[in-house]
């Protein structure tokens, strides 16, 4: 039975504290002693500041011009760049976790990162309230910079199964950049912990779907798509496959649709005009929008 008295002694311990972690108990005593309210004496930096990092993330928006519009493009696309982190851990943690044949841990992550692919769509709500002439009263400031150029999109990609090393040169001028994105090429993708599971679980996968050059882009294969097929016909069977086949193509769609309405954003802002980073703007994005991740999933349902 916990005691929640609090003398002077236990309240001036407390505040001392304030910055350290709490266990359960700890905060039964925090709420007695605020009598339910917030507490708003810290004797120092503020905790949720501190935690968050608040004055240092506040610091970054540094508008190069006075246009209206320049903040909603820069802070949204900060906080797209902090998602495709948030994306490339989730997408890291699930391929891991299918490779110790937890299916499903793998799926409660995937239900979580479809959350954060939902949020990075709508990120595209604010920029699209942005008028081309809005846009324009900026855009020089940009210089060659391009969205194209983000690392973290870049590293988010590559663990998803998109292996592309020529775009990782980009980021050569970076060291510690360039080597974090050396290691996700090297390394297998999300997909290809898919398909080394359904190898494990006796379909046929062929061999060089388990081991083989981590770094070269994957090429689709009749013999995976039959193996998906195999999980799809046979679902009762494969139960957990077949749940995570459909999960990985909902996170599948759910970035198609970020590329998508990528594509209506530059059009609606730019029209055919070419695109910052060398790209030939709405053309270049309706390629990349075109691409499906998890390629042979697609496939399987023209077979079924």
């Avoid at 004496?41 to 004055?55: D, L, Q």
């Avoid at 299918?98 to 499903?104: E, H, P, S, T």
């Avoid at 799809?232 to 995570?244: N, S």
């Avoid at 055919?272 to 703007?281: C, E, H």
Wanted: proline share 4%; with cysteine.
């Amino acid at each position: 039975m916990i005691n929640f008295e609090l003398d002077g002694t236990a309240a001036i311990a407390m505040e001392a504290r304030l910055n350290e972690p709490l266990t359960e108990d700890a905060r039964n005593l925090r709420a007695l002693s605020s009598e339910g309210g917030p507490i708003l004496e810290f004797g120092g930096e503020n905790p949720f500041v501190s935690y968050v990092a608040s004055n240092a993330l506040l610091s970054l928006q540094n508008p190069r011009t006075e246009s209206a519009g320049e903040p909603s493009f820069l802070i949204t696309s900060q906080v797209m760049e902090l998602q495709f982190k948030l994306a490339s851990i989730e997408v890291a943690r699930t391929r891991d976790l299918l490779d110790v044949d937890d299916v499903g841990a793998a799926l409660w992550t995937l239900r979580r990162l479809r959350h954060v692919y939902s949020s990075l769509s709508s990120s595209w709500d604010v920029l699209s309230t942005l008028s081309p002439a809005e846009y324009g009263e900026f855009r020089d400031q940009l210089g060659e910079g391009s969205g194209f150029q983000s690392y973290m999109y870049r590293e988010m990609e590559f663990v998803l199964g998109n292996k592309n090393p020529a775009l990782a040169e980009a980021h050569s001028g970076d060291a510690q950049v360039y080597r974090r994105l050396q290691q996700r090429l090297s390394e297998p993708s999300l997909y290809d912990a898919a398909l080394r599971l359904l190898w494990r679980r006796g379909l046929p996968v062929p061999d060089d779907c388990v081991e083989r050059d981590w770094s070269v882009p994957y090429l689709e294969q009749e013999a995976v798509v039959e193996a998906w097929r195999t999980v799809y016909v046979e679902r009762d069977k494969h139960r957990d496959l077949y749940l995570l086949a459909e999960a990985l193509v909902d996170l599948a769609h759910d970035i198609a649709r970020w590329r998508s309405l990528h594509l209506l954003t530059a059009e609606r802002l730019l029209g055919a005009k070419v695109g910052t980073g060398g790209t030939t703007g709405a053309d270049w994005l309706r390629r990349v929008a075109d691409h499906r991740f998890f390629p042979e999933l697609w496939m399987t349902r023209t077979r079924l």
